[in-house]
């Protein structure tokens, strides 16, 4: 069973998401916060295995509070996906830099909310391709007027290299399998392992890494998000 928290202003939206959320047999609701301070306190209390947060809510906004939630020791293991209106690209990039694992606007569909939650709960990221593209770009440009020191790569292996620039061109572990030739399980070990190497919580912090290291390039991006 993925447990579920909703951390939303606006009672409505809590309440369909929850309608939607507990109707499947796999998934349950078991708080809400309408503000960013009782969302890191719920979160602390009930220790879920997905926060799905917005972006603006009073006493301290999602950002806020889903960095102070992912920096916690005791949160390891909670994913957070970060809900909004609108795609502005500083949430996304703010979003992803602060340890979420995934980014949805709130008129996305039913079912791809549920494949969301799902995702992000096995520990895959979630950005949409559009998202994904936008996301890159900033990095880029990002990384041109302040270039992030390459010393956060040195401990990788060449082949650990390789695996990184794939994730940060979106594949999944299925995707750089096919392209190195080597088994999906081998490709998820060597994710795994880079990810310890880097201290990076997900898939999509890698892809932020990726791109502020240099190791992958404007242009480069696959047509699907991170761990599709």
């Known amino acids: 069973m993925t447990t579920v928290l909703l951390a939303d202003d606006q009672a409505l939206i809590r309440a369909g998401f929850r ?16 503000t960013g301070q009782t969302a890191l306190a719920q979160a602390r209390a009930l ?13 301290g906004d ?14 390891t293991a909670t994913k957070v996906i970060m809900l909004t209106t609108f795609e502005l690209d500083d949430y996304i990039l703010d979003s992803v830099r602060a340890g979420a694992s995934g980014f949805l606007v709130k008129d996305t569909e039913p079912e791809e909310l549920l ?23 900033r990095l880029a440009a990002a990384r041109r007027a302040a270039p992030r020191p390459a010393a ?26 096919a392209r190195l030739f080597i088994t999906p399980l081998t490709a998820k070990t060597h994710v795994s392992r880079i990810m310890g190497k880097l201290d990076a919580r997900d898939r999509s912090q890698l892809v932020v890494l990726a791109y502020e290291s240099g190791i992958v390039t404007a242009g480069t991006a696959e047509d699907e998000g991170p761990g599709r």
């Open 19 to 34: 309608a939607l959320l507990d109707a499947e047999e796999d998934l349950e609701v078991v708080g809400e916060a309408s």
């Open 62 to 75: 999602g950002i806020e509070a889903a960095t102070a939630l992912l920096a916690d020791p005791g949160l």
């Open 47 to 59: 220790r879920p295995d997905v926060v799905l947060m917005d972006i603006r809510m009073p006493d």
């Open 152 to 177: 956060d790569i040195q401990a990788l292996t060449g082949r650990e290299r390789e695996v990184l620039a794939l994730v940060g061109r979106g594949l999944n572990n299925a995707g750089i399998a």
């Open 115 to 137: 494949r969301a939650v799902r995702a992000v709960a096995r520990g895959d990221a979630l950005l949409s391709p559009s998202v994904t593209r936008r996301l890159l770009a």
